[in-house]
């Protein structure tokens, strides 16, 4: 899949993401496609496709090659992310609810994590994601499995 970009003399993350989204779109793929194209995961992938994470230079380049996306994109999809949120609660009712559950259970969360750990938090760096479709009767269920490396508070 090829498609003629006109390359802005600065490409921005903004820039890359517009063209990867439109390049999925035209192509009829889906993020695990995508991903499985370039051996990452789907959220990992979709995540640095938005900007909040960046590419290793292999991953940038298979990335290029697979949404037929021009050699300058490289470099940007490599640039570490810059993480802004522009509004406080998000209005997309998917997005919401996941604000939701934090609300009501961030601090139970927090709690058994420190009774389990000891004080301190789940890495949102060294972290591994994955989201699975549970079939049930009662309908189908979404599952959200979340891994992060403990981070204990260090004194000094």
């Given at each position: 899949m090829?498609?003629?970009?006109?390359?802005p003399?600065?490409?921005?993350?903004?820039?890359?993401?517009?063209?990867?989204l439109s390049a999925?779109k035209?192509?009829?793929?889906?993020?695990e496609?995508?991903a499985e194209?370039i051996?990452?995961s789907?959220v990992?992938?979709h995540?640095?496709?938005?900007g909040?994470?960046g590419?290793p230079?292999?991953?940038a380049?298979?990335l290029?090659?697979?949404?037929?996306?021009?050699q300058?994109?490289i470099?940007v999809?490599e640039?570490?992310?810059t993480k802004v949120?522009e509004?406080?609660?998000?209005?997309?009712?998917c997005?919401?609810?996941?604000y939701?559950?934090v609300?009501?259970?961030?601090p139970?969360?927090?709690a058994?994590?420190?009774?389990?750990f000891?004080?301190?938090?789940?890495s949102a760096?060294?972290?591994?994601?994955?989201i699975?479709?549970v079939?049930?009767?009662k309908?189908d269920?979404?599952?959200?499995?979340m891994?992060?490396?403990?981070?204990a508070y260090n004194?000094?």
């Amino acid at each position: 899949m090829k498609d003629n970009y006109e390359v802005p003399a600065m490409m921005t993350k903004e820039d890359v993401t517009m063209m990867i989204l439109s390049a999925k779109k035209q192509a009829g793929m889906t993020w695990e496609g995508i991903a499985e194209k370039i051996d990452m995961s789907p959220v990992w992938t979709h995540s640095a496709c938005m900007g909040m994470n960046g590419f290793p230079r292999d991953k940038a380049e298979a990335l290029v090659s697979v949404m037929g996306l021009p050699q300058e994109a490289i470099s940007v999809l490599e640039e570490p992310p810059t993480k802004v949120w522009e509004q406080a609660v998000p209005t997309d009712p998917c997005i919401y609810r996941l604000y939701e559950i934090v609300g009501v259970y961030g601090p139970t969360i927090k709690a058994l994590i420190e009774e389990k750990f000891g004080t301190g938090i789940m890495s949102a760096i060294d972290f591994e994601m994955a989201i699975t479709r549970v079939e049930n009767p009662k309908g189908d269920r979404v599952k959200i499995e979340m891994s992060g490396k403990y981070l204990a508070y260090n004194s000094w």
